[in-house]
């Protein structure tokens, strides 16, 4: 395992040097060679190593200079990864995953709410089936990030019938889309 992970960072360390390149094409090479998150599987930012193997990845980085992700992209690197990869579809994972990782899109959070603020119980924000398409309808606010984001989490009430707590769904929604207004 520590023979393998030795061996991507070396690579990693040889091919580029952190403080002379893009910090987003060298986050990109991180995550191809599975040092993203070395727990995750092969071709999704991983080896299929232990977690705590982790650490050793980012000490020798931060040592060389390197950007750390999660402070360039916070929202997708700490909350949408995570459950991209826990929830999501493989094609879901092949897409989002790696765009994250290197910050090629930004993601935001879409939770609050005028009048609910942060309580997902008085969730206002409706999404209704629409062939193979989702309507979604409100407003959210106090979203950090949201004007420069690509992708929203964005959880939306999609059964109203379902108690406060229940009912409720989370989308990845592209900040581009028709109707979508930043202010």
């Given amino acids: 395992d520590e023979s393998t992970l030795s061996a991507a960072l070396d690579s990693l360390l040889a091919d580029l040097d952190p403080?002379?390149?893009?910090?987003?094409?060298?986050?990109?090479?991180?995550?191809?060679?599975?040092?993203?998150?070395?727990?995750?599987?092969e071709r999704l930012g991983g080896l299929g190593l232990p977690a705590l193997l982790q650490r050793q990845v980012d000490?020798?980085?931060?040592?060389?200079?390197?950007?750390?992700?999660?402070?360039?992209?916070?929202?997708?690197?700490?909350?949408?990864?995570?459950?991209?990869m826990e929830h999501g579809t493989d094609e879901q994972r092949s897409r989002f995953l790696?765009?994250?990782?290197?910050?090629?899109?930004?993601?935001?959070?879409?939770?609050?709410?005028?009048?609910?603020?942060?309580?997902?119980?008085?969730?206002?924000?409706?999404?209704?089936?629409?062939?193979?398409?989702?309507v979604v309808t409100g407003?959210?606010?106090?979203?950090?990030?949201?004007h420069r984001a690509r992708r929203g989490m964005l959880l939306a009430r999609t059964d109203p019938a379902q108690p406060k707590h229940r009912g409720l769904t989370y989308f990845v929604l592209d900040m581009q889309s028709p109707g979508v207004t930043v202010r």
Wanted: include cysteine.
């Fill in 19 to 41: 403080g002379n390149v893009d910090p987003g094409e060298f986050l990109g090479r991180q995550y191809d060679l599975g040092l993203a998150w070395v727990h995750h599987p």
């Fill in 59 to 84: 000490d020798r980085l931060a040592a060389a200079g390197a950007k750390r992700a999660v402070l360039r992209n916070p929202l997708g690197v700490g909350m949408g990864a995570p459950t991209v």
């Fill in 98 to 134: 790696r765009a994250i990782f290197a910050c090629e899109e930004l993601w935001c959070q879409l939770f609050s709410e005028p009048g609910a603020g942060s309580d997902l119980a008085g969730l206002a924000t409706r999404a209704v089936r629409d062939g193979d398409e989702w």
């Fill in 139 to 146: 407003q959210k606010v106090w979203t950090s990030l949201a």
